[in-house]
């Protein structure tokens, strides 16, 4: 993976945070978004700025999320985690066991950066890519 910047997408109902830290850990961004199309598309087209798609991994709890097929579309890898080894990683960023969207959405990316392994590649080919 020659990924240099690395994002933690914490998706909600509502709303989503993330959060991109670069190779040395450093939170560069971060950010919401709402759970609409227009919203969604927007995030995408701020991450095409970022760089390449071989530049940029995304990190998400959900495997069938609309974000995902958007990011996968436009050419990024997207990595999914079990949501339970999301809470033993959230432990890195806030030690006192604080919940926020925006914690975990920097766990998410500091994890993909650290530990890559623990993720799955969703498969764009599979039945892993929802349909839009």
Sequence with gaps: MSARLFCGIDWGTTHHAFDVVDEDGKSIQSGEFRNRGDEIDAFIKRA?????????????????????????????????????????????????????????A???????RTDIGSFHVIDARGADLFRI
């Design 48 to 104: 095409k700025r970022w760089g390449a798609t071989d530049d940029v991994a995304f990190a998400i709890e959900a495997k069938d999320h609309i974000i995902i097929s958007g990011l996968m579309l436009a050419g990024f890898q997207v990595f999914h985690l079990n949501p339970k080894k999301c809470d033993r990683f959230r432990d890195r960023t806030a030690a006192s066991g604080s919940k926020t969207d925006a914690l975990d």
């Design 106 to 112: 920097l766990g998410l990316a500091s994890s993909l």
